[in-house]
C-alpha cells in the first residue's frame, strides 16, 4: 500500500526567507508523487510532479521540489516566500496500480508573514 | 479550473434528504473522480470513473453513489444525508493519454448537513 505524510499541520515563515514543506512516502515500487496547492474558497491547483530523471523537480509560481529516495521524501521548497504563497498544500502519491489514483496527505498550511 | 463546474458551490440540508451535487467538464478527459475533504484528513477519493461505463468504488463510498451521464458529467449523491457527511467536496478529471498526468479540480461543494 502506498501513502504519504506531511508531518507539519502548520508553517509559518518570514516574507523573504526560504520555505520548505515537508512531505515523506511510502511505495513498494518507484514512487510517483506531485504537490496541489489549495487557497481559499478553490479546488487544488497542481505545482509538480516527479516521475523520473532528475531529483530536483521544478514547478509553478517558482516552486521546486526535491525527491531523495533514500531518505523517501519529497520536499517542497521556494528560494524566497512571498505572502501570496499563503495556503494549504498537499502531497499525493499516485498508486502502483493500473487505476493511478492519488492518495493525498493531510495538507499543510503555510503562513508567509509580511 | 474553471474547465471543471461544480454546482452547487453550497448547499445546507437536513439529516435523512436525498442530495445531488453535479460536476461537468469541458476538458475531454475521460477519467473523473469524486473527494471530499476533511479538516486534517486531506482528501479522501469516493468514487471516480474512467468512462461512461466504468465506475469504481473509493476509499470511502459507503452512503454515496455515483452516475456518469455523459463523458463531461459525473454526479454524485447522498440517498439519506447524515451529519458526518459535511464535508468540502471536490471533482476533478484527468486525462487518460498518459499515465500520471495531474489531476485538474472544480472549486468544491461544501455541504453541511444539520
Known amino acids: 500500500a502506498q501513502s504519504v505524510a506531511q508531518p507539519e499541520d502548520q508553517v509559518n515563515v518570514a516574507e523573504g526567507n526560504p520555505l520548505t514543506v515537508k512531505c515523506t512516502y511510502s511505495v513498494s515500487g518507484n514512487p510517483y508523487l506531485f504537490w496541489y496547492v489549495q487557497y481559499p474558497n478553490r479546488g487544488l491547483q497542481f505545482l509538480l510532479k516527479y516521475i523520473t530523471g532528475d531529483n530536483l523537480v521544478k514547478g509553478s509560481y517558482g516552486f521546486e521540489a526535491e525527491f531523495n529516495k533514500s531518505q523517501t521524501s519529497f520536499h517542497l521548497k521556494k528560494p524566497s516566500a512571498l505572502v501570496s504563497d499563503s495556503a494549504l498544500y498537499f502531497c499525493?502519491?499516485?498508486?502502483?496500480?493500473?487505476?493511478?489514483?492519488?492518495?493525498f496527505g493531510t495538507g499543510t498550511r503555510l503562513t508567509v508573514i509580511p | 479550473d474553471a474547465d471543471v463546474t461544480q454546482t452547487p458551490r453550497n448547499r445546507i440540508t437536513k439529516t435523512g434528504k436525498r442530495i445531488m451535487l453535479e460536476c461537468s467538464q469541458t476538458k475531454g478527459h475521460d477519467r473523473m473522480y469524486w473527494y471530499r475533504q476533511d479538516p486534517g484528513l486531506g482528501l479522501r477519493l469516493i468514487y471516480y470513473s474512467f468512462d461512461v461505463k466504468d465506475i469504481n468504488k473509493g476509499e470511502i463510498s459507503d452512503g454515496y453513489s455515483v452516475s456518469r451521464q455523459a463523458q463531461a458529467k459525473f454526479s454524485l449523491s447522498l440517498e439519506s444525508a447524515i451529519p458526518n457527511q459535511t464535508a468540502l467536496y471536490f471533482c476533478a478529471t484527468r486525462s487518460a493519454d498518459r499515465d500520471n498526468q495531474p489531476q485538474h479540480f472544480g472549486d468544491g461543494t461544501r455541504l453541511s448537513i444539520l
Open positions: 499525493a502519491v499516485g498508486d502502483q496500480t493500473g487505476a493511478n489514483n492519488l492518495f
